[in-house]
């Protein structure tokens, strides 16, 4: 399901983004996302909502906050990076650039959780490490050089901080005994969203504004509110898996990325992209390294 909502999240985002100002709309994301978990909050705390609900949000202190914001940090570098990316590149090539995220996740796991990389773990990351120089082939055919384009440099950066951030939710919400903080899903979930909306804020007005009369101007488009929807639909479920018990970061991290089978096919249809039958063989590459890459995850072989 997260991974369905991620798709298309990456397509209302595409859409969003085209000939548009970058930072309003990610700013206008994160007030459209704070407005949709504030209310979950409220009713937490006028005891409308109990701790065994499933909207539940715990009210922690600045002792726990202060581990929030950092995500909130992490996740708006890697959304700024990533928006712009998406603006400047088809979406047919940044999806499957995104959907090498998991391997950055693996090894993350292996050597902060201790997990180790099996022989089918190994063939999924050689042949993602082969999809990712298929789709520098597939970008040059496009005019796009993957080692002198700052748009793909964005991209890469973005997934990078992605993964940590990933890495970072199973720290957030593992248990102490796990080697975690124990934090609740939907607390983490409703306020790194808040405290973004304001850094954010913070950016528009010191990065955009001032300048905005010289930039791309911003068009409001509807589909910029269906970028909140999704993402914060992609994001309880992606939470709410993490929170239960035995789940591990680099399975859950894999079948989310499979959200590229949405954007490539649906992106490719509204878009009109190029060179898609390239792309898909690369796309293809991408899916098979994630299959080895759960089977071995799950049944270690």
């Given amino acids: 399901m997260s991974a369905l909502f991620l798709g298309f999240y990456d397509v209302s985002k595409k859409e969003s983004l085209k000939d548009n100002a970058v930072l309003p709309v990610l700013f206008l994301n994160t007030v459209f996302t704070s407005c949709i978990f504030i209310p979950f909050i409220i009713a937490s705390n006028k005891g409308l909502l109990h701790s065994d609900d499933l909207f539940f949000a715990q009210d922690y202190g600045w002792e726990q906050h202060k581990y929030i914001v950092i995500k909130s940090i992490i996740v708006g570098s890697s959304w ?8 400047h590149l088809p979406i047919t090539l940044v999806g499957p650039i995104n959907a090498t995220r998991p391997i950055m996740v693996l090894i993350g796991a292996l050597l902060l959780f201790g997990e180790r990389l099996t022989p089918c773990q190994w063939l999924g990351v050689t042949i993602a490490i082969i999809s990712f120089f298929m789709l520098s082939h597939s970008g040059k055919k496009e005019g796009i050089d993957f080692t002198h384009n700052k748009w793909i440099a964005f991209v890469v950066l973005a997934n990078i901080l992605g993964a940590i951030s990933g890495l ?45 009369g010289k930039t791309t101007p911003f068009k409001w488009r509807w589909s910029i509110i269906l970028i909140s929807v999704f993402i914060s639909a992609a994001d309880f479920v992606y939470f709410y898996s993490l929170s239960l018990d035995g789940a591990m970061i680099s399975i859950v991290s894999m079948i989310r990325r499979g959200s590229v089978v949405v954007s490539f096919f649906v992106g490719a249809m509204l878009f009109r992209e190029r060179n898609l039958r390239s792309k898909a063989v690369d796309l293809a590459l991408v899916i098979l390294s994630m299959v080895f890459l759960f089977i071995g995850s799950k049944y270690g072989v």
């Fill in 80 to 87: 700024t990076l990533g928006y712009f990316g998406m603006k």
């Fill in 168 to 212: 970072y939710d199973k720290y957030l919400m593992a248990s102490p005994a796990d080697g975690g903080i124990g934090l609740d899903k939907m607390t983490v979930l409703s306020w790194y969203n808040i405290y973004m909306c304001g850094i954010m804020g913070i950016m528009l007005l010191v990065l955009w504004y001032p300048i905005h």
